[in-house]
């Protein structure tokens, strides 16, 4: 059988996903020495990347030390790559002696990055080619970029007649929904949709459109919505008259207000939203003809069935244009908030743009944009045809919280490499999903070997290489944790994936993992507080009991650490604690402020 090329580990935290990617980094040099250099590993941190070189070296420096030296950990790495390559201890030693050598004399050839600093490199070696300027420095800090185009745009206000009007409009947006005042605040919040990967393609559409065209935009939404509410109030008007006509009032029907005939007073309205998903009484006054209350007089009875053919005529009628409306209503009043917020944003792009030509500065959120109008339109990208040479093995750690566009702007060497029947490998946890602030998108690692998202017909070619050479794996042990823990993690999430939409449960469809026999002990304790006792104090007073309970089962105050929820609530904890005697290291603690000879200085 063919051995698939294109490997997926997706498995649970402690499972040995980075070891695994650096035995195959092995595997692969191991089998020859110069492959080090075609070898592309890609993290998400540089604290990440240089953890996996390290770990890459140390394994390689502990290999060519005497095979009786070797430590455990690296027995047990190299097993199944001695077992696969038929090679004795004594030509794994040589191999990594040599490999070391060829490392340090060439250390730059080992490629273990960021996916940042990957497209960096392409873009700085295509720059030309990519039309950018030349010299260009890369903006890493997108927040002062950010306040120094809101800081211009309030600048023109006021000298500017159109900006001028538009900023006003956007003010009253806002006081209208009751949020802030303070219009720098509100752009600064606005602007940062400007740098995040899925308003990148909205942002070309942003700039191609002028305060006008924003003003009339908002005049035809206003007209088309001033038109329905005004057909369905005179509807509205036009039961409510049939009762005045008839010496009928609201209190004569059953319920009154909150009954059937109330479906009329919020047509009369022009409560659109509302009328959407029409009441039970309503629908059966009309459906059983019951209209009024038990035991009404037969003067009412007589002319509310008078009139009661004509209000069904009405209610049909309404609803039947509220149904064929009610979408469009809704989206454009959502639009009428976010219509002149849009046409600010607008305005702060072209401002950056400004800034950005004349300081020659290009920001680091736009590496991905910028590569992928190539990599979505060509088979196989010029900017990548010298890379492809180089690197015929792509490792991703992490592979999670990758983005869409960063998936897509590596797919056009993975699927070279695979092609050329190279392994590739990528590796992650989908429960461990945490950067979808910065455009991580889970779902693509969840779909893998398909492709989620975009599919260009290039892509469509990609995603059949992807799925031809697939092999999946899972690894089942976690290593890390004691048995108490990982118990309790698979009964735990086993228990809440239940109630998760469908397309998330397959994330927990393996989670059962097991422990390392080795780490049999562990302890998991849940207490839980009563509303009627006041939570947060339970919680401050049963703290310093905790952690003497631990002290006197021989833990050290170093063995323990609080997570809270937020900073404030860990300043809170680290004072009740400290005024308890207990010693605690945290942020507050550190600060001079609550160091005891100051606070007796301060009060002397």
């Not at 996916?115 to 950018?132: E, G, K, P």
């Not at 949709?193 to 939404?221: N, P, T, W």
């Not at 309205?269 to 509302?274: A, L």
Request: hydrophobic share 40%.
């Amino acid at each position: 059988m063919t051995e698939k090329k294109f490997k997926v580990y997706k498995s649970s935290a402690g499972s040995g996903k980075t070891f695994t990617l650096v035995r195959e980094f092995l595997r692969l040099v191991l089998r020859n020495p110069n492959n080090y250099r075609h070898i592309l590993a890609i993290t998400f941190t540089n604290k990440a990347a240089n953890e996996m070189k390290s770990r890459i070296v140390n394994s390689l420096v502990n290999l060519a030390k005497p095979v009786d030296e070797w430590p455990e950990a690296q027995q047990t790495m190299i097993a199944p790559i001695r077992e696969e390559s038929g090679m004795n201890d004594e030509e794994i030693r040589q191999r990594a002696t040599m490999v070391i050598a060829n490392i340090l004399h060439n250390y730059t050839d080992l490629s273990a990055t960021t996916i940042d600093s990957f497209m960096q490199r392409v873009i700085r070696t295509f720059s030309l080619d990519l039309n950018l300027p030349q010299n260009y420095e890369v903006e890493l800090n997108v927040d002062m970029l950010r306040q120094h185009a809101v800081d211009r745009l309030i600048d023109l206000a006021g000298s500017d007649k159109k900006l001028t009007s538009l900023l006003v409009h956007y003010l009253e947006t806002k006081t209208e929904d009751d949020k802030s005042w303070r219009i720098e605040i509100n752009l600064n919040e606005a602007a940062k949709s400007l740098f995040r990967e899925d308003g990148v393609q909205q942002r070309d559409a942003l700039k191609a459109m002028d305060y006008e065209d924003y003003r009339r935009y908002y005049g035809l939404i206003i007209k088309w919505i001033s038109g329905l509410e005004a057909q369905l109030v005179k509807m509205g008007e036009q039961a409510l008259n049939l009762l005045s006509a008839n010496d009928l009032e609201i209190a004569d029907f059953s319920h009154g207000k909150s009954g059937a005939i109330g479906y009329f007073v919020k047509l009369a309205q022009g409560r659109v939203g509302e009328l959407a998903k029409p009441g039970s009484r309503i629908q059966t006054a009309v459906a059983e003809g019951e209209w009024t209350k038990k035991n009404q007089s037969q003067i009412i009875e007589t002319r509310v069935e008078r009139i009661a053919p004509q209000l069904v005529e009405i209610y049909r009628n309404s609803q039947e244009l509220v149904q064929v409306s009610v979408q469009r209503y809704n989206t454009f009043n959502l639009l009428l908030k976010h219509l002149y917020p849009l046409a600010v944003l607008g305005s702060i792009e072209n401002i950056i743009g400004e800034i950005r030509e004349e300081k020659r500065i290009l920001p680091i959120s736009e590496f991905n944009r910028i590569i992928a109008r190539v990599t979505q339109t060509e088979t196989m990208p010029y900017i990548y045809e010298r890379l492809g040479e180089k690197y015929h093995h792509l490792m991703i750690d992490e592979f999670q919280d990758t983005s869409l566009l960063q998936w897509q702007n590596l797919l056009p060497l993975v699927e070279n490499a695979l092609s050329e029947n190279h392994v590739n490998l990528v590796v992650g946890d989908a429960k461990q999903a945490i950067y979808r602030w910065r455009s991580g998108e889970v779902d693509q690692f969840i779909a893998l070997p398909r492709l989620h998202g975009v599919h260009s017909v290039v892509n469509q070619m990609r995603e059949q290489v992807l799925v031809n050479q697939y092999e999946g794996h899972d690894l089942p042990v976690n290593w890390r944790s004691h048995k108490a823990i990982v118990e309790f993690n698979n009964s735990f999430f086993q228990h809440v994936s239940m109630r998760l939409a469908e397309p998330y449960k397959a994330v927990y469809d393996t989670l059962n993992q097991q422990y390392n026999p080795a780490k049999n002990k562990g302890l998991v304790q849940t207490e839980f507080f009563h509303a009627n006792d006041e939570p947060r104090q339970a919680m401050l007073e049963r703290l310093p009991e905790l952690i003497r309970e631990l002290q006197s089962a021989n833990y050290r105050l170093s063995d323990i650490a609080i997570l809270c929820r937020t900073n404030n609530q860990g300043s809170e904890i680290a004072r009740h604690l400290l005024a308890d005697g207990i010693r605690v290291i945290s942020s507050d603690s550190l600060l001079l402020g609550y160091a005891v000879n100051v606070l007796s200085l301060i009060h002397i």
